[in-house]
């Protein structure tokens, strides 16, 4: 039985399906999806997504659960990583993969980026190079925050700016003064530096949704497995009769008063929504202890509706901005014959506008839209909708890999999938979808044992 229907439920679900085994998948709400759904404005009748979803082609097992559910060619992939970055009255410039073999592909269009000058631009160089050849798996780097590794690899203050930080926010939800040196690096070998078709950026091309939640759905059907929705689980009952040290898991109880039994239980279940149900005699237990000390960052998504174009582009990153990341809407989901245009500003590790209210995040965003796109300042916005998700992702923190858990659990029947849990990755759709591969992998392991 796999608890919560998110990417990382989903994606276990599919590989034990694969494996023949009997899955029922139980989720709280009336959809699958989690994190990854969408959902129709009312007042433009336009599809609005929970926030801005990206990937990068080094997501490999996101890719691949897409193309398994169906929906790989309603996602789109660049055939070139290519991002242009506007600087508010100032020149754009674009970081771009070339011919160059790896890890030099990005090199000639790095040293024409105009947001740098020379000193910057030759002490990013270097510490990309000695960045290549860290061993990520040094403990050390767990303790140290990726700002502390830069500047003791020489990096300036606005190659961090203008460079490092545009990178890693976007990808770990927090920027690099806070993000741990285990996963800043990792962002870079995996993301940026290991080919030149690893950091090709991707989107979907509709709602996430469609893309997803309801494909998957059709394909766990269409398999045998069966889908429990609007079911919430409320508690796990250890099996009291059992006489080892950590029993199993007997039955799973939900919210209507039912109760469930399985041959193993894999919890695909945010954190802050497993520990609840956890019994109290596990509070103490080494295993599950460290867990709750893992802390969430917000992110909040500005929707605006203008009378008319403001951008070319189908997406641009920002320095010198409170924007970081501007989505074209209508572009990306090929509305372009529409009247007006419907862009997203995606602010990321957004402390500083979560608790503000919406109409104050909206006018920022609408102001600094001016000083980005001069055609906004002749543009009228029409309508507009701020999404604001306050625990939107976990954070790579120093010293968080400690609150990460493997998929196998001292339970003997329990086992732990979600983006939270330890797959080397920040909290994304590919450590979803990993995260419940190697969940389904460690039950099938179990077994054989
Ligand atoms: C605004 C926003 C923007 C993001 N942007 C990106 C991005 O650009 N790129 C990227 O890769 N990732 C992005 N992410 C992160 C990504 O969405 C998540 O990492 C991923 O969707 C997590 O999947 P999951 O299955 O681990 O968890 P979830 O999607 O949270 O799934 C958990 C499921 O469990 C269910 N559940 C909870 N409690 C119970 C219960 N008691 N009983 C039954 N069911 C229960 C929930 O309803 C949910 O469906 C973003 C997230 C947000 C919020």
């Known amino acids: 039985m796999i608890l919560g229907g998110g990417l990382a439920g ?27 759904f969408s959902f129709t404005d009312r007042e433009s009748g336009q599809v609005v997504d929970n926030g801005q979803h990206v990937f990068l082609g080094c997501c490999t ?24 970055v506007v600087k508010p009255g100032g020149p754009s410039s674009s970081i771009a993969a070339g011919r160059l073999p790896k890890p030099l592909h990005m090199l000639p269009s790095f040293l024409a980026y105009r947001h740098l000058g020379l000193w910057d ?38 190659s961090i700016d203008n460079f490092w930080d545009l990178i890693v926010k976007p990808c770990a939800n927090d920027g690099v003064e806070d993000v741990s040196a285990t996963m800043g690096i990792m962002i870079f070998q995996d993301g940026i530096l290991k080919s030149p078709r690893s950091s ?7 709602g ?3 893309l997803m939640g309801e494909a998957a759905k059709a394909y766990l059907e269409s398999n045998g497995a069966t889908l429990i929705t609007g079911h919430t689980a409320t508690s796990l009952h250890l099996d009291e009769d059992s006489q080892a040290d950590d029993p199993p898991i007997a039955a799973i ?29 596990l509070a103490d237990n080494p295993f599950f202890a460290p867990l709750a000390a893992l802390e969430t960052a917000p992110i909040v998504n500005v929707y605006l509706w203008y009378d008319r174009p403001v951008m070319e582009q189908d ?14 809407k209508t572009a990306i989901m090929g509305h372009n014959g529409v009247p007006g245009q419907y862009v997203t500003v995606s602010l990321s590790a957004a402390f500083n506008y979560v608790n503000q209210p919406k109409q104050a995040v909206q006018e920022m965003c609408t102001e600094a839209m001016k000083e980005a796109f001069p055609k906004a300042k002749l543009a009228r916005v029409i309508h507009s909708l701020v999404v604001k998700q306050e625990r939107a992702t976990f954070r790579c923190l120093p010293g968080s890999h400690r609150s ?33 591969v190697f969940a389904a992998q460690a039950v099938l392991k179990a077994q054989r044992e």
């Not at 494996?19 to 994190?35: A, C, H, I, N």
């Not at 109880?253 to 005699?281: C, E, H, I």
């Open 10 to 36: 989903m994606a276990a679900a599919c590989h034990l399906l694969d494996e023949d085994w009997q899955v029922t998948l139980v989720e709280k709400r009336p959809y699958l999806g989690g994190r990854v």
């Open 200 to 206: 090709r950026i991707g989107y979907a091309r509709e």
């Open 61 to 84: 097992y996101y890719i691949d659960f897409l193309k398994k559910i169906g929906t790989w060619d309603r996602a789109y992939l660049q055939d070139r990583t290519m991002v242009e």
């Open 253 to 281: 109880q939900f919210s209507n008063g039912k109760t469930l039994q399985a041959d193993a239980y894999v919890s695909a279940l945010p954190l802050a929504d497993l520990l609840p149900l956890l019994p109290s005699r």
């Open 404 to 436: 990460r858990p493997k998929p196998r659990t001292p339970i003997g029947n329990l086992f732990l999938a979600g983006d939270w849990t330890d797959t080397g990755w920040p909290s994304t759709m590919e450590g979803a979808v990993r995260s419940g």
């Open 315 to 328: 997406f641009v990153a920002l320095v010198d901005s409170p924007l970081q990341w501007v989505f074209n």
């Open 208 to 210: 996430l949704s469609t």
């Open 121 to 158: 631009k030759l002490t990013t160089v270097y510490g990309l190079l000695r960045l290549s050849v860290t061993d990520r798996a040094n403990p050390h780097l767990q303790q140290e925050t990726f700002a502390q590794w830069l500047r003791r690899h020489r990096q300036t203050q606005r």
